[in-house]
């Protein structure tokens, strides 16, 4: 069974950085394409952004909000994605979970992962002065 | 990117009834629809996908259907373990989005 758990949340100033790590036991993860989504306290969900398998090329997209300021990272000898947070706002203050999906579906030459089957735990990051 | 309009924002219904929830996206995307239940403090799980197809060990009162820009999740007979957060998320293009949810509360 696919079991995801993230680690690495906590307290921090804004301005300051933070990593997120997510453990991925169990499965082949150096295949999947993983994801990050948060939800602010009270608030929706959103995408933070992915980072494709290297036998897809291993590149990474971001949500417009975040880009340029986080970077996903994997390193498939551990089973374990990380989450790189720079410059932090009070407005990055959620709780960031760790997804991943069975499935990609393909439009042309355009590959896109699909629903999200499993995700972590959450791990609860405060950005606040 | 693609911006997913969920309604009502709010629901209260008691347990048997039957329940609609909409999603509306801004532009086609076909049928790569997903809708997920979230309890509080814990995760969202995911109950349809591909618009219509039921996950794995989702209850069969819960079905969803739809294509193009409209998109609706039916509860045939709401229960209590049903009462939760309903999202949709649009999985057709390179940043996905997600509606900002539905609320469905005991009446």
């Known amino acids: 069974e696919v079991q995801l758990v993230e680690s690495g949340g906590g307290l921090v100033k804004p301005g300051g950085s933070l990593r997120l790590s997510c453990a991925a036991p169990?499965?082949?993860?150096?295949?999947?394409?993983m994801s990050w989504v948060r939800q602010a306290p009270g608030k929706g969900l959103e995408w933070v952004g992915r980072i494709k398998s290297k036998s897809d090329g291993g590149t990474t997209d971001y949500a417009a909000p975040v880009k340029g300021r986080f970077t996903i990272s994997r390193d498939d000898s551990k089973n374990t994605l990380f989450l790189q947070m720079n410059s932090l706002k009070t407005e990055d203050t959620a709780e960031y979970y760790c997804?991943?999906?069975?499935?990609?579906?393909?439009?042309?030459?355009?590959?896109?992962?699909?629903?999200?089957?499993?995700w972590g735990q959450g791990t609860l990051v405060t950005v606040s002065s | 990117d693609i911006q997913m309009t969920q309604s009502p924002s709010t629901l209260s219904a008691s347990v048997g009834d039957r329940v609609t929830i909409t999603c509306r996206a801004s532009?086609?995307?076909?049928?790569?629809l997903a809708w997920y239940q979230q309890k509080p403090g814990k995760a969202p799980q995911l109950l349809i996908y591909k618009a219509s197809s039921l996950q794995s060990g989702v209850p069969s009162r819960f079905s969803g259907s739809g294509s193009g820009t409209e998109f609706t999740l039916t509860i045939s007979s709401l229960q209590p373990d049903d009462f939760a957060t309903y999202y949709c998320q649009q999985y057709n293009s390179y940043s996905p989005t997600f509606g900002q949810g539905t609320k469905v509360e005991i009446k």
């Open positions: 997804t991943t999906s069975d499935t990609l579906h393909c439009s042309g030459a355009s590959c896109y992962e699909g629903a999200l089957d499993y």
């Open positions: 532009q086609s995307i076909s049928s790569w």
């Open positions: 169990g499965f082949t993860f150096s295949n999947a394409w």
